[in-house]
């Protein structure tokens, strides 16, 4: 929508726009010619000439908008009705004058009179009235913006000016105003604004151009934007004449900007352009190096913020300013910034007052604003008046800029921007200070400085401290100033003497008499100084009640110059723990740090926890297990530092705040003093003496200088020690895996001494077992180790034997050592037990424990010797169990040949040792008369190795009838191989056992013979088996049994034979055993024939013939048994296990032979089996082979592999 | 006043901070040391307006991967350019310039950022780093060429 309006004005040729216009709202658009004329005569006459005087005037103006109309009236008309139509005066000056655009004539009727016709004719008029009018707009703005443009490109010319081309462009900014396009308008005024700009900057590029030098003059008039007025004309005129400065050029630009905008109801967009002008200006003024007054931007910056600010205000309603504070709020800080420095710059905010040259300034400041302007004359809060009130006055100032900064800071806090406002708080917060208000300036002051410090901006945190550091200082809080000045005096951002100044001044008060003595300040320790690491001395950080205790701590001083500490404390918390284990030495090797070193972590100095960073979680994995039996009762994750974590957010920030420190005041404090710290790490030492068992916490470090208290409030991680008390105990264990019977064996003797003192006198009585032996040794040495096995000193060993006790006393020793010391003792060899086991020896338990324990395997036998220690602590007896094992096993055996008996004794080496064996003996301890046993061996001296055996043989000889049984002692002397020489002589190995019915009564003998004819057995034929068995003596002891029968003094025993062979060798056919009835007598034999049959070819063993004896059954039934039925006996097996020799071939044979074993006989008497001792029986033909070759026909060749 | 170069070269970054998403400044470097307070309190007031943009911006800064936030805070002496890095790690580069040196062209300023941020990743992909701060000399010298450097 275009909203066009139009003059009309009287036709002057004057008027005409001469080659090179410039206007365009004066510019004549259109031309038009108005006739009443309706007559021929009166047209030719005048009309006509003067028409063409009017065309030929509008040519040489090249103008060809023109219009000419014509007037009929009705009543004239009628009196000429003879005028023909075709020669009207519209036809005729259609004719002469329009010859193309017989549209440039417009026939208006009767326009006075109301009817359809005149109505028509007007409307007529009007569209072409507009059409033309508009037509020749478009055409004339479009030459002028051509025109404009050319003028632009020219502007490299020598001799351009900017104002000229200025007034140009605005026409037609000012048109398209005027066409209500407001947005075209502010296009043409932003066009400028940045032609403008970019000279400016090419300028400050060293590339000048001519025009610009005018606006460079020193800047005289400073009074500030003006937008009240549409137009500010005044301004308009002076760049007309080119005479504006550059404030008067931006001022005016920027007015008829504020003016279009708030026409396109746009007033933020004008509050955030004021600001970029003004801040334009100032570095435009800068860059062109153009001569300003002091004071003079300032002003002309705060009035035109005021300037903005209250034109807005002006333009919108209370709710749309505040929710647009974000906008306007720049504004406001600005007016204050420059305000303040106004105040600065006029002596308003010295504590004196401004002095004569002061206020010369602030005259010619206000001279510089010039006469108020009438349009705000009548207002009662100008700028102008604003300004220069507050420039009247201390006090006027005072309030206006109290004002200002109050608003802005609340409107920056209203949206949030808080940062601003604390920066603007801090502005203030000098003001104060300027004003000797301290109190009021260190709210801001805090404020400003808690913000830097929750976000860690490093040097705003020192500058502000520093000028909280004054302010308190001012304002006498000691406390306050001292922790300031203490975290200032660390602060690596101020320069050495800042720093050294504020170390100085927390000397000098420390260094002051105090008036009240026991008055202590009480400051946090991070800034003075911080605790890096602690080491304990012992490392484990336990000590026994009585022991002394180092910690050494190292301490980095944050102080710039050696400071002087009185002491330094901490204070420690003291717990017993019920849980004694936690004491012993076991548990600090398995706790605790490896090296004693805890190290703090380094403060993260400037950086506080801020919300966001919260300290990391410290999870640590918990087991809790049942004292009971160790088993694991829960498990989980525990935080270590939820007291960190969940603390109160706000409590965080108080970081400056010394009101948090408390000191504790404990009884346990370890002490240190004086120290003088010097800058960097110091290490101090605290040495205590442990008193009380139990847990020691360190909590509070502090250092005192003078009244003042450096305090660490928690000293974190915790850092323990233990003190802890230990009863006396006696150890003692053997030096090697286990302890041999038999050869002197070492123990060790461990005494901890625990709280008890060892005094001189003091002994162990050990209660002598019986069968072990300690041994004592003149030079046998103890050592005293302190408790963290550091060797002490070393004393000889006095032991003393009486036959029940020995005594053996300690070497003196402090509490809290260990004593070490080392003794032999032997196991004597037990008395030897009667038995017809072949290897027994040691106790009874000890028997039983050897069976259970030969099931598995060789393991040697055992002894347990139970020692029962008198300790000198204490009234109760120390009993300890030793355990010897025996290193042999012995076993024996009876070997027959014929008639002639020998023993064997085999010696087994069960241990990891060598030994050396020497004279053995057998001896018989029955004693029986005419007995010999005559030795074959023929070493006196035999080594026996590691689990190796050595086998002795003696002859057994006899002149009378020989004893049924034979009691046998066999001794072995024997001593460690390795061992040169042995103080004592050690008792031998004996061993003892029994030997029975060795004496021969059959001799059994067997023979196989080919078949007759034949000279060789061959397989498959059936060969005679001959036994011969004969009874070798007459009646003995032994043969008085059941089976004994006399009849004519002759006796005789009923004998079982059994041919078996086990390795099927053989087939026996026919009956494979018999009873026989053998006369006891010398010489008596019987002959036995057998059929059997070779199944393979070769040397074959003969098998095997058995002989038992065949004992009846004690009742009368006898007669009635079968010579088979007792063959299916189960009383066979019944008989046999008194057996020593496993006979396995009977074993089998019974299996074999017997296995169609019925039960019918069962409840019925039967004879029985006894097996004949091994040494009554000879097998004469044991070992002999019979050669078997294969039968002739034989061609296949059978291997069997079993 | 200020940083307005006397001779020479017109500088272009004055100061140069990276900060964190909790505004800690994890890097700052500015080219005349004396006045890196003022800076500090700029760049710090400055964040104000970064937060405003950024929380008015909301996601749909995040799916247009327009980090550059333009010309946020200027002052009478400086601009303060934030650039703002909106990914996870929430990281803000800041740059004030002169505004004399209208030169600058957005461009080129985006292309330092991108420079910087680059440099920034590589810095943070040496596992040894330390998160809290940023000390690499190869940053260093990045920034003090673009601080010094005519672009």
Known sequence: ?1202 | MGGAPSAGPPKTAICIPVITKENYPLYIRSTPMENELRFQYMVHTSLDMVDEKISSMGKALVNQRELYLGLLYPTEDYKVLPHNYTTISKVKFVMVVNPSNTALRDNEIHRMFWKLHNSYIDVMCNPFCNPRTISSPGTDNMVMSMMIQVC
């Not at chain 1, 006459?45 to 003067?50: F, G, I, L, M, R």
């Not at chain 1, 041994?775 to 006095?798: H, P």
């Not at chain 1, 023979?1007 to 034929?1021: A, D, H, K, L, V």
């Not at chain 1, 029968?1045 to 055993?1073: I, R």
Request: hydrophobic share 35%; glycine share 4%.
């Open chain 1, 1 to 1202: 929508m275009i909203h066009l309006e139009s003059n009309f004005v009287q036709f002057k040729e004057e008027l005409l726009p001469k080659e090179g216009n410039k206007a365009l709202l004066t510019f004549p658009f259109l031309h038009i010619y108005w006739t009443e004329c309706c007559d021929t005569e009166v047209y030719k006459a005048t009309v006509k000439d003067d028409l063409t005087k009017w065309q030929n005037v509008l040519k040489a103006h090249s103008s060809v908008d023109w219009l000419i109309v014509i007037v009929e009236n009705d009543a004239k008309k009628k009196n000429k009705t003879n005028i023909l139509p075709r020669t009207s005066i519209v036809d005729k000056i259609r004719n002469d004058f329009c010859n193309k655009q017989s549209d440039r004539c417009v026939v208006l009727s009767d326009p006075l009179k109301d009817s359809s016709r005149t109505q028509e004719s007007w409307n007529a008029f009007l569209t072409k009235l507009r059409t033309l009018l508009l037509m020749s707009f478009t055409k004339n703005l479009g030459k002028f913006e051509d025109d404009m443009r050319t003028l632009r490109e020219k502007r490299t010319e020598p001799g351009w000016s900017f104002c000229e081309y200025f007034m140009v462009q605005e026409e037609l900014a000012f048109v398209f105003e005027m066409l209500q396009q407001f947005e075209d308008a502010l296009v043409q005024y932003d066009e400028l604004d940045a032609l403008f700009s970019q000279y400016v900057v090419n300028f400050g590029a060293g590339d000048g151009a001519n025009w610009l030098t005018f606006f460079c003059q020193p800047v005289k008039s400073w009074n500030g934007l003006i937008l009240r007025k549409p137009i500010d004309m005044e301004k308009r005129e002076s760049i007309q004449r080119r005479e504006a400065t550059l404030l008067d050029l931006r001022s005016y630009l920027f007015s008829r900007q504020c003016t279009l905008l708030l026409f396109l109801q746009r007033p933020w967009e004008v509050a955030q352009r004021a600001l970029e002008l003004l801040h334009n200006c100032v570095q435009e003024l800068k860059l062109l190096e153009v001569s300003v007054p002091p004071g003079a931007l300032d002003c002309w910056v705060f009035l035109s913020c005021l300037e903005v600010l209250q034109r807005i205000e002006g333009c919108c309603d209370r709710a749309q300013i505040d929710s647009n504070i974000a906008h306007t709020v720049g504004l406001w800080s600005y007016a204050t910034e420059k305000l303040k420095s106004l105040g600065y710059l006029c002596g308003l905010v010295s504590e004196k007052g401004p002095n004569s040259e002061d206020l010369n300034r602030t005259v010619d400041l206000l001279a510089g604003l010039g006469a108020e302007r009438p349009e705000t004359a009548n207002t009662a809060q100008s700028p102008y008046k604003k300004l220069k009130e507050a420039l009247s006055s201390v006090e006027a100032f005072e309030k206006h800029y109290l004002d200002l900064s109050h608003a802005t800071i609340e409107m920056y806090t209203s949206i949030g921007r808080i940062r601003s406002a604390k920066f603007v708080g801090k502005d203030l917060a000098e003001f104060y200070m300027r004003k000797k208000a301290p109190q009021k300036a260190e709210i801001y002051l805090q404020g400003a400085l808690k913000n830097y410090l929750a976000e860690g901006w490093a040097l705003p945190i020192t500058h502000t401290r520093k000028q909280l550091a004054e302010c308190q200082k001012h304002l006498g809080q000691i406390e306050n100033y001292l922790q300031t000045s203490s975290l200032l005096a660390s602060d690596h951002h101020l320069t050495e003497e800042e720093r050294k100044h504020f170390c100085q001044e927390i000397l000098d008060f420390a260094s002051q008499p105090s008036d009240n003595p026991g008055h202590k300040i009480v400051l946090p320790m991070q800034s003075f100084a911080q605790l890096r690491d602690l080491h304990f001395d012992p490392s484990n950080a336990v000590v026994h009640v009585g022991g002394v205790l180092c910690i050494e701590i190292t301490m980095y001083s944050q102080m710039p110059v050696p400071v002087h500490v009185e002491q330094i404390v901490v204070n420690v918390h003291f717990s017993i723990e019920k849980n004694s284990y936690r004491k012993t030495a076991e548990w600090l090797t398995k706790h605790k740090t490896s090296n004693g070193i805890v190290n703090f972590p380094p403060e993260t100095a400037p950086f506080p926890v801020s919300q966001n960073s919260l300290p990391a979680l410290e999870l640590y994995e918990m087991f809790e297990r049942s004292p009971s039996d160790n088993s694991l009762n829960t498990t989980g994750i525990i935080c270590r530092n939820v007291h960190m974590l969940l603390r109160r957010q706000e409590s965080s920030s108080s970081l400056e705040m010394p009101s948090g420190v408390a000191l504790e005041e404990g009884a346990h404090v370890l002490r240190c003093s004086p120290v003088t710290l010097e800058p960097g790490a110091n290490q101090i030492t605290f040495r205590t003496q442990a008193k009380e068992p139990g847990t020691y916490t360190l909590r509070q470090l502090c250092a005192s200088v003078g009244s003042v208290w450096f305090v660490l409030p928690h000293i974190y991680p915790i850092v323990q020690y233990d003190v802890y008390s230990q009863e006396p105990q006696l150890h003692v264990e053997p030096l090697a895996d286990s302890l041999l019977a038999g050869i002197p064996q070492k123990v060790k003797f461990t005494v901890t001494t625990g709280h008890y003192t060892i005094k001189n006198g003091d002994s162990l009585q050990l209660s002598n077992a019986e069968a072990m032996l300690i041994l004592c040794q003149a030079e046998s040495r103890a050592m005293v180790y302190s408790n963290t096995r550091e060797q002490s000193s070393d004393a000889a060993l006095r032991i003393q034997s009486s036959d029940k006790v020995t005594s053996i006393s300690l070497p003196v020793a402090p509490a809290y050592h260990v004593i070490e010391f080392e003794l032999e003792v032997l196991s004597l060899p037990s008395a030897p037990a009667l038995g017809g086991e072949s290897d027994m020896l040691g106790m009874a338990e000890s028997h039983r424990k050897h069976k259970d324990k030969q099931k598995t395997g060789h393991c040697m036998v055992t002894t347990d010797h139970k020692v029962s220690i008198d300790c000198p602590w204490s009234i109760y007896s120390t009993v300890i169990a030793l355990t010897f094992s025996v290193p042999f096993r012995t076993t024996h055996a009876l070997l027959s040949s014929g008639t002639r008996k020998y023993v064997q004794v085999c010696v087994q080496n069960l241990s990891e040792l060598d030994f050396q064996l020497s004279d053995s003996y057998l001896v018989d301890t029955s004693d029986s008369t005419g007995l010999q046993l005559v030795p074959l061996n023929t070493q006196s001296q035999q080594p026996i190795y590691s689990k190796q055996s050595v086998f002795f043989v003696w002859e057994l000889k006899w002149t009378e009838e020989p004893p049924p049984s034979l009691h046998c002692r066999f001794s072995v002397g024997f001593s460690p191989a390795s061992e040169e020489q042995l103080s004592i002589s050690l008792k031998p190995y004996t061993y003892e056992f029994k030997v029975e019915n060795f004496f021969t009564l059959y001799n059994v003998k067997a023979e196989i013979f080919p078949p007759s004819g034949m000279e060789y057995c061959r397989t498959g034929s059936l060969c005679s088996l001959e036994v011969l068995i004969t009874r070798l003596s007459d009646l003995l002891e032994v043969d008085k049994d059941e089976a004994l029968t006399e009849s004519d003094e002759h006796f005789s025993t009923k004998l079982m034979y059994e041919v078996v062979d086990n390795s099927s060798n053989w087939a026996v056919c026919g009956k494979s055993c018999g009873v026989i009835s053998m006369p006891v007598a010398a010489r008596a034999t019987h002959r036995v024939h057998m059929e059997v049959m070779p199944l393979f070819a070769g040397y074959l063993p003969l098998p095997d013939v058995r002989l038992f004896k065949y004992l009846p059954h004690h009742s009368a039934h006898s007669s009635q048994l079968d010579a088979d039925s007792w063959i299916e006996n189960d009383s066979l097996s019944v008989d046999k296990h008194g057996d020593d020799q496993p006979d396995s071939s009977s074993l089998k044979s019974r299996g074999s032979v017997h296995s169609a074993c019925s039960s019918e006989h069962k409840g019925l008497p039967m004879p029985r089996l006894q097996a004949l001792p091994a040494g009554q029986v000879f097998n004469s033909s044991s070992g002999t082979q019979v050669l078997v070759i294969p039968s002739q026909d034989d061609h296949v060749l059978e291997v069997s592999v079993t």
